[in-house]
């Protein structure tokens, strides 16, 4: 069965702090996507970033890093010198490709973070 | 580029009474899905549509859920008879579907209170 585990329910930083924050998945499939979604205060989920199964590069955009271990099943997700405005919910997904249709993205708990001044 | 659009914001009705969501996708967008999110949870999947096909049902959508696309547009997710523990936040997404799992981008969202 697929399964999205973010045992850190929440964080508390300063500003300037690096956080890392922790995804683990669970999928029998071969092929599948891994997803980071960040929901602010205002409730709309802003997309952050997708990795499909077969690209375990890591990748860096700005403060943001997403370290992809396919030997670990995780997908971890680093925010560097945090900001205040870093401070919201976020999200780790799957989804699965079997059937080529579009599926429905498999969501963890959320994440909580918050950065004080 | 107008993002995914959901009305109403808030809807707080009593229970028992029928309720009805809309959502409109990005223009281009030919993937729909309705999502469903109770506090502290992430969001859970309910439906999906490609263009007016409704492909995709989750055990989550009850026989008083029924949704709705018909001209591949936008789409309408109707609850019956509502229960206490429909009070969630209904989000909808769209994507464009080429192969592939493309992004989600979801609305703001629509908040059901059952009193």
């Known amino acids: 069965a697929q399964k999205v585990t973010q045992a850190q329910t929440e964080i508390s930083v300063v500003e300037k702090e690096d956080v890392t924050l922790d995804c683990v998945y669970e999928t029998r499939d071969t092929t599948y996507y891994l997803f980071w979604y960040k929901q602010p205060p205002s409730g709309e989920l802003v997309f952050l970033i997708r990795?499909?199964?077969?690209?375990?590069q890591n990748e860096i955009s700005g403060r943001y890093s997403w370290n992809f271990q396919k030997s670990t099943s995780s997908f971890n997700f680093t925010i560097t010198a945090s900001q205040v405005v870093d401070s919201a919910v976020y999200f780790c997904a799957l989804s699965e490709t079997a059937n080529q249709a579009g599926t429905a993205l498999i969501f963890g708990k959320g994440t909580t973070l918050s950065v004080s001044s | 580029d107008t993002g995914v659009s959901q009305n109403p914001r808030h809807k707080i009705t009593k229970r028992g009474q029928n309720v009805t969501f809309r959502c409109d996708p990005i223009s281009e967008h030919n993937r729909l899905y309705w999502y469903r999110q109770t506090l502290g949870q992430g969001p859970e999947f309910l439906t999906y549509f490609q263009n007016e096909a409704q492909l995709e049902k989750s055990r989550l959508l009850s026989d008083r859920f029924s949704a709705e696309r018909p001209k591949g547009s936008f789409s309408t997710l109707e609850i019956q008879r509502t229960e206490q523990g429909d009070s969630a936040m209904y989000l909808c997404?769209?994507?464009?579907?080429?192969?592939?799992?493309?992004?989600?981008?979801f609305g703001d969202g629509t908040r059901l209170s059952i009193l």
């Open positions: 990795r499909n199964s077969f690209d375990e």
């Open positions: 997404a769209s994507s464009l579907g080429v192969g592939g799992n493309q992004p989600q981008h």
